[in-house]
């Protein structure tokens, strides 16, 4: 059974950071794409930023030089370091593992909550 499990998500005042984790379970890690989205009150789903298997990234617009995605193979995790956070990056954020053999296969966490308010 795949799981992914984030955590990290909090209240924080602008310009602040926060550190978000996914935990992998039930798939083979290091063969899937990892990524994150966000999906705010209101708003289509959107992508944030995303980490192939070769450790390639590409990120959003809105979070060039401010976000940052890693991943560990060894612990089947993916983080999202997030710094000089503002207002308008209050979503759900949620963690994504995907990978393309004979069709795409999409697997979500359950999303944690990040808020950005003085």
């Known amino acids: 059974q795949v799981q992914l499990v984030e955590s990290g998500g909090g209240l924080v005042q602008p310009g602040g950071s926060l550190r978000l984790s996914c935990a992998a379970s039930?798939?083979?890690?290091?063969?899937?794409?990892m990524g994150w989205y966000r999906q705010a009150p209101g708003k289509q789903r959107e992508l944030v930023a995303v980490?192939?298997?070769?450790?390639?990234?590409n990120y959003a617009d809105s979070v060039k030089g401010r976000f940052t995605i890693s991943r560990d193979n060894a612990k089947n995790t993916v983080d999202l370091q997030m710094n000089s956070l503002k207002p308008e990056d209050t979503a759900l954020y949620y963690c994504?593992?995907?990978?393309?053999?004979?069709?795409?296969?999409?697997?979500w966490g359950q999303g944690t909550q990040v808020t950005v308010s003085s």
């Open positions: 039930g798939i083979i890690f290091s063969r899937y794409a």
């Open positions: 980490i192939t298997s070769g450790g390639t990234t």
């Open positions: 994504n593992g995907r990978i393309i053999i004979d069709k795409k296969y999409d697997y």
